[in-house]
């Protein structure tokens, strides 16, 4: 069956840097766009950013844009998120999510991560 | 960017009883080419990871029960259980994932009254 497994969540000071990690299993990840959703202790769900199968494209929010870059390894099927200059309200819950079918990745989300925390603290 | 906005932010209904919950969204998500509403809807429980109810606005997700089902077109999207039993209390969230950056409704929080 489908497993998404995120890692890397932590404590950091704001301006510094983190890159969360989310290993795939149970299907062809190759084949997938593959989002990134965070949230906030206690708040709502707020997508942060998709990328295509083959990492041709790439969209973020834009409280993110500029400042994460999404990627992916096809080969360790793992997704990334590199998160810079980070700041006190991106502190969240941070999960990988998928669609059902391969190719466009403009669907509902039918998997989820169990997320990993990160709090921006000084 | 789309808004969604859900109503309302919290509901209690009895056992047994409907729940409606709301969603509108700022612009269309009504894709003509295909004729498919690109609108979701997920239960999220405490401690744990949303779970896809219902997508393209009225289609049931395998194993979800029948007493969930959505309806609406274009901008305005309703969520409805029709008979509330005592583990559907949760939040409830709408999705859009027509344009980029999708959203997500603010949640509904349903509790037994």
Known sequence: ?122 | DIVMTQSPDSLAVSLGERATINCKSSQSVLYRSNNKNYLAWYQQKPGQSPKLLIYWASTRESGVPDRFSGSGSGTDFTLTISSLQAEDVAVYYCHQYYYTPFTFGRGTKVDIK
């Open chain 1, 1 to 122: 069956q489908v497993q998404l497994v995120e890692s890397g969540g932590g404590v950091v000071q704001p301006g510094r840097s983190l890159r969360l990690s989310c290993a795939a299993s149970g299907f062809t990840f190759s084949s997938y766009g593959m989002h990134w959703v965070r949230q906030a202790p206690g708040q709502g769900l707020e997508w942060v950013a998709v990328i295509s199968d083959d990492e041709t494209n790439k969209h973020y929010a834009d409280s993110v844009k500029g400042r994460f870059t999404i990627s992916r390894d096809n080969s360790k099927n793992t997704l990334y998120l590199q998160m810079n200059s980070l700041r006190a309200e991106d502190t969240a819950v941070y999960s990988c999510a998928k669609g059902p079918n391969s190719g466009s990745f403009y669907q509902a989300f039918d998997s989820w991560g169990q997320g990993t925390m990160v709090t921006v603290s000084s």
